[in-house]
């Protein structure tokens, strides 16, 4: 059985970082390309990064240079660290583990519960 939990949700204020864990069991992650999604009130939920099997991350262009996908095989994780937080970034972000194992991304029916990120002085 495949989960995903994702941890590492808070509140920031804007220009902080934070980092998002998503532990995965039951599925490798390396085997996979792993997605993180985030849905603000009222939006669709929308694709913010992704990486590969080989190791290639891709951004939705608002966080290109501030986010970056990364996986501990270790620790069977996918991490998303967020640098610069703005605002606009408020939403509850989910890990998604990918139908396949490259480009383009196409979202498996497993994800997580989700974690809120609220970007706020």
């Known amino acids: 059985q495949v989960q995903l939990v994702e941890s590492g949700g808070g509140l920031v204020q804007p220009g902080g970082p934070l980092r998002l864990s998503c532990a995965a069991s039951?599925?490798?992650?390396?085997?996979?390309?792993m997605g993180w999604y985030r849905q603000a009130p009222g939006k669709q939920r929308e694709l913010v990064a992704y990486?590969?099997?080989?190791?290639?991350?891709n951004y939705e262009d608002s966080v290109k240079g501030r986010f970056t996908i990364s996986i501990d095989n270790a620790k069977n994780t996918v991490y998303l660290q967020m640098n610069s937080l703005k605002p606009e970034d408020t939403a509850v972000y989910y890990c998604?583990?990918?139908?396949?194992?490259?480009?383009?991304?196409?979202?498996?029916?497993?994800w997580g519960q989700g974690t809120q990120v609220t970007v706020s002085s």
């Open positions: 039951g599925t490798i992650v390396s085997f996979y390309a």
């Open positions: 998604n583990r990918g139908t396949y194992s490259g480009s383009p991304y196409t979202p498996s029916d497993y």
């Open positions: 990486i590969t099997r080989g190791g290639s991350g």
